[in-house]
């Protein structure tokens, strides 16, 4: 047991790789170094590796989801972010992210720290404690854009929830009019509400039954017991 005991302790150390080239091989794809020893040569040659993210997502009409993300991930270990997302004249929201990365498996994750004082009429930080996580290789990409759905992450780095159906840009059924038809209640145009901080689309037996005054309402109770 003792011996067994010894060995086990290797099964989670990378440094294990050296003892036999078939364990090598095991412990670097069961551990997916490859991401690992890809970013910290990238981030300790360059001192930083920057990603920007960005979309814009139409939504029905002149109506448009605009969002942004910029990291910064230092070789020290710590990051520096900043979002925004609008929906045009209608809404806008950002925020600021100091904290730290550490590579698990293929993904880099983050946590955030608590950021420095400020006024009010500076952007603000996150609060201590969020964690996301970004697929490595699209943060040494350096540059994406997803202008059709939005990719999970994006709602873990804002503090959102995730929803059980992922939102779809209306643009991505412009050359399928059977679909779009099939997805927007008959081909009716769709309409959305602000739900705490959230745009939802309106259910179309909601529009069909009710005035436009009651929707936000009866909404937020779909939404509440998750029966949107």
């Not at 081909?187 to 705490?196: R, T």
Request: proline fraction near 4%.
């Amino acid at each position: 047991d003792a011996a067994l005991t010894r060995v086990l302790e290797f099964n989670v150390d990378p440094r294990a790789r050296l003892c036999c080239q078939s364990w090598g091989k095991y412990v670097f794809e069961a551990l997916q170094l490859e991401h690992r020893i890809s970013f910290h040569k990238q981030v300790r040659t360059t001192g930083a590796v920057a990603y920007h993210h960005s979309a814009v997502r139409s939504m029905g009409g002149d109506f448009e989801e605009c969002v942004a993300y910029q990291f910064e991930f230092n070789a020290s270990g710590t990051f520096t972010a900043q979002w925004n997302r609008s929906f045009g004249q209608w809404s806008a929201a950002n925020e600021r992210q100091v904290g730290h990365w550490e590579v698990v498996r293929d993904l880099l994750r983050c946590t955030t720290e608590e950021g420095p004082p400020t006024t009010t009429s500076c952007v603000q930080y996150a609060p201590a404690g969020r964690v996301f996580e970004i697929p490595v290789a699209i943060v040494l990409a350096g540059r994406t854009s997803a202008d059709d759905t939005a990719a999970l992450w994006e709602y873990q780095v804002r503090g959102a929830p995730i929803p059980a159906v992922a939102m779809v840009a209306e643009g991505e059924y412009r050359n399928d009019p059977a679909e779009a038809a099939a997805t927007h209640a008959g081909g009716s145009e769709a309409q959305f509400v602000e739900i705490d901080g959230e745009f939802h689309e309106v259910s179309a037996d909601i529009q069909a039954n009710y005035p436009e005054s009651d929707w936000v309402r009866l909404m937020r109770c779909r939404i509440r017991f998750g029966l949107s």
